[in-house]
């Protein structure tokens, strides 16, 4: 019998989707360049069920039931392109062919535009949840047309994170939609983990609390509205001892966080877009500092407050605010994440539903978390929302929080911690709910340096002051 799937590239990633989809009991076909690989996933895990190894591309094609669905997962950039043109010359018009490694969306459209043209459908697919979730369940963003979706959106969903009875997994949109919306999800997740981190600094260095201590602290906010993964895997990593020092685990690793790039990419596209992500860019820019060596040798001896720690009863009540301005930080990266679908989407024409991808991030990646039921509700209620900020639920809940998130920007500045993630969460609300800004300064800088003119705020039309002249405006 032909084989319903076939995966390439049988790293750490291919070989455990493989597993997933046998279990799953699907006939999944298994190539890889190096066919010591294949061997070996046979070897040790053909017991789960039902593989068919090939040694060659054209072995691979020949076992697939049509339209033959190929998933492809190697190393994204020019090696996924080789491979795609290995396979191509092999299929037939209505095969798809997956693409489930981690590329930049403007790849997927090139590619997708390229396959299209040979009646091939190609699917951008973003997975989320590392290996452990390709091989227990992850969440699944695919690409490409409806059409690819209704062949391959059974085997997917199958495989894919359930919460609820709902699979993780949903046509995103078409070509490059899916891996945008996996890549402002890594974005999202760079912010969600450098505020968890400012919280843990706050509380260490500002309240005096040990690591164990703030494990516990992060322990009750995980039984509350801040319930996720990230805040559970941050509490057992600070309940860990280093085994050879006895010393705190925190302790003994380099402060220096390093980066593969999709949040970098998030950003990028964000500045390209014109949306203001600052909470993403923010956490990208910390990254890169705390990896700065040179810079912050350089830096070390900078003055710094007097004052720097609260005292205890202080202190107590802080963990409580810390929570609340996590909470709201945490509202505003999401905003900005789900601001830059909805603006990508309309860039694109992909119509993205942005409250399904709340819906998929509940299981099986990174960011799952208890809050992303009142994103989807934001938007059933509204799909139009312009900013999560507006919807009722995160109005109140930012009404109730700003006061707490206020004391603890203001007092991280006094105590010399660093905050740039609450710090930029907050100036963007500030931002959003201004009535004036000085924006309308910077107009008038711009006309009075460049005459890149100016609107008013009383009449229609376009003007230029005559500031090196008599100072009269003209309409332009
Ligand atoms: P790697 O990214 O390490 O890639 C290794 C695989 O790519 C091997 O199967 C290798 O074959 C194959 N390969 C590399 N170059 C070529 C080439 N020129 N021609 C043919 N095959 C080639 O594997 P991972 O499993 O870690 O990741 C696979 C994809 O999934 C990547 O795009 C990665 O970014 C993404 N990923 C996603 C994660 C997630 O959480 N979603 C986590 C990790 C990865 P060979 O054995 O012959 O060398």
Known sequence: TPADIGVIGLAVMGRNLARNFARHGHRVALYNRTPTRTRALVEEFGKEGDFVPAETPQELVASLARPRRIVIMVKAGAPTDAVIDEFVPLLEPGDIVVDGGNAHFQDTRRREAALRERGLHFVGTGISGGEEGALNGPSIMPGGTAEAYQSLGPLLESIAAQVDGRPCCTHVG??????????????????????????????????????????????????????????????????????????????????????????????????????????????????????????????????????????????????????????????????????????????????????????????????????????????????????????????????????????????????????????????????????????????????FFGAHTYQRVDREGTFHTLWAGDRSEQRQ
């Open 174 to 447: 078409p070509d490059g939609a899916g891996h945008f919306v996996k890549m402002v999800h890594n974005g999202i997740e760079y912010a969600d983990m450098q505020l968890i981190a400012e919280a843990y600094d706050l509380l260490r260095h500002g309240a005096g609390r040990q690591p164990a201590e703030i494990a516990e602290i992060f322990q009750g906010w995980n039984a509350g509205r801040l319930e996720s993964y990230l805040i559970e895997i941050t509490a057992e990593v600070l309940n860990h001892t280093d085994a050879e020092t006895g010393r705190p685990f925190v302790d003994i690793v380099q402060d220096r966080a390093e980066q593969k790039g999709t949040g970098r990419w998030t950003v990028q596209t964000a500045l390209d877009l014109g949306v203001p992500v600052n909470g993403i860019a923010e956490a990208v820019f910390a990254r890169s500092l705390s990896g700065s060596v040179a810079l912050r040798e350089a830096a070390r001896d900078l003055p710094g407050p007097t004052e720097t720690w609260l005292d205890s009863a202080a202190s107590d009540r802080f963990a409580e605010d810390v929570e609340q301005a996590l909470y709201a930080s945490k509202i505003v990266a999401y905003a900005q994440g789900f601001h830059e679908i909805q603006a990508g989407s309309a860039e694109y024409g992909w119509n993205v539903n942005l409250g399904d991808m709340a819906a998929i991030w509940r299981g099986g990646c990174i960011i799952r978390a208890r809050f992303l039921n009142r994103i989807t509700a934001a938007y059933q209620a509204d799909p139009q929302l312009p900013t999560l900020l507006a919807d009722e639920y995160f109005t109140k809940a930012l009404g109730e929080a700003q006061s707490a998130w206020r004391r603890v920007v203001t007092t991280a500045a006094q105590l010399g911690i660093p905050t740039p993630g609450f710090a930029t969460a907050l100036a963007y609300y500030d931002s959003l709910r201004a009535n004036r800004l000085p924006a309308a300064l910077i107009q008038a800088q711009r006309d």
